[in-house]
């Protein structure tokens, strides 16, 4: 298959699955034909209850017209007191954590899908044509431009005196943090059917842990690019593409020398971060990553359910169907509670020790990026392009 197909198929199956878990749509079949009366793909309808903490809305800012149907999950990063977001047409933003005040903002035309990432005094944003954008952190200035052969849909990650930035194509380019010159790259090979998006990078000491559309962490040496291990979070097999799916597209989660990663092929794994081993594996997954808390590992299922694992066994510890189809972001935790968003911008926060809905909001839009927690505050941003920050009072 040459080049250009390849990169096709992969557009068109990727915009189909993506209008997939948009429309909540049960089949493939269903979903181009409209005539099915089967009702077991609709959004769950929300069931009201007594919440049992108080939200508060802190600030809500808008940082541009937002990713609208793209799919690709943006949501900002926190560095600092300062709060970095993109929108797709809209450029970059920086905000006061605790305020939501405006510091700087660096209009670009390039069309911004992947990050922001910040870190040692830079910003770094991805476009959906392969470009690479570093910014100063205090100020928003242009400090230098690179390229990619394909959009770049994952936060870069910045470290050691280096840029790196996971591709569409599933390579790994490593660029000079201060001059923007290419340094090494790394490419894994792509399955021809994936989910829409790029899987992130996690990082370790000297290390680099990537997500892989092929369903595998790999860990690469930060230096060189060498691969130090690579391991299956779910096996891609099955007869069709669709069965083979095994995305892993949300950032691995480091928490001491275990990494914790979930594939779109319903399975979460618990990987020692040295040497790779998988010390469990679990039967629940999905592809937009996980949430930690000191005893459990979270995640939402292609399905929409959310689902609370043992940290230490990866056995179910409960699950809650009420998001069913509701195309649930990945979540994060916030305090004792497990936060996600939905299709209609609904934000649920979720009692980590049974798994009961403690409270609700509003935030605008659509919420696929998985929520950012820092100081105590919850962080969305909506495809819309709005950006809101939650505080929880008991």
Known sequence: ???????????????????????????????FSGRSKDKSGEPA?????????????????S????????????????????????????????????????????????????????????????????????????????????????????APVIASGMVY???????????????GERRWFYSADIPALTVRGTGGITLGPGILFVSGDNGTLTALNRNDGNVIWST???EPDGRTELERMADVDGEAVLDGTVLYASSYKNHTAAIDGPSGQVMWDSEHGGAR??????????????????????????????????LLNRNVSAPTVQGDY????????????????????????????????????ANGLAIVQSIDGKLTAFSLAQ
């Not at 808390?293 to 292609?302: E, F, G, L, Q, R």
């Not at 649920?348 to 839009?365: N, P, V, Y």
């Open 338 to 373: 497990a936060v996600v968003g939905d299709l209609e911008g609904v934000v649920h926060w979720i009692r980590l020790s049974d798994g009961a809905f403690a409270a609700r909001s509003k935030a605008g839009a659509a919420v696929t990026g998985k929520p950012v927690v």
């Open 289 to 322: 990553g996980v949430g930690i808390s000191s005893a459990a590992i979270v995640i939402t299922d292609k399905n929409g359910n959310v689902v609370a694992l043992d940290k230490n066994s990866g056995g179910s510890l409960w699950q809650q169907a009420g």
């Open 1 to 31: 298959m040459s080049l250009g197909k390849h990169h096709m198929l992969r557009v068109l199956a990727s915009a189909a699955i993506a209008v997939a878990v948009l429309s909540g749509c049960s089949s493939v079949k269903n979903m």
């Open 45 to 61: 309808k929300l069931v009201d209850f007594a919440p049992v903490v108080t939200v508060n809305r802190v600030w809500s800012v």
């Open 63 to 154: 940082v541009g017209k937002g990713e609208k149907d793209l799919g690709i999950g943006q949501h900002p990063v926190v560095d600092g007191d300062h709060v970095y977001a993109a929108a797709v047409d809209g450029g970059v933003s920086a905000f006061d954590l605790a305020t939501g005040q405006s510091l700087w903002h660096y209009d670009s035309k390039a069309r911004l899908s992947g990050g922001p990432g910040a870190g040692d005094g830079l910003v770094v944003a991805g476009g959906l044509k392969g470009e690479v954008i570093a910014l100063d952190a205090g100020n928003g200035q242009e400090k230098w431009k690179a390229k990619v052969n394909n959009e770049v849909l994952s």
């Open 165 to 179: 930035v996971h591709s569409n194509d599933g390579r790994v380019t490593a660029f000079d943090a201060v001059s």
């Open 232 to 234: 299956a979070v779910a």
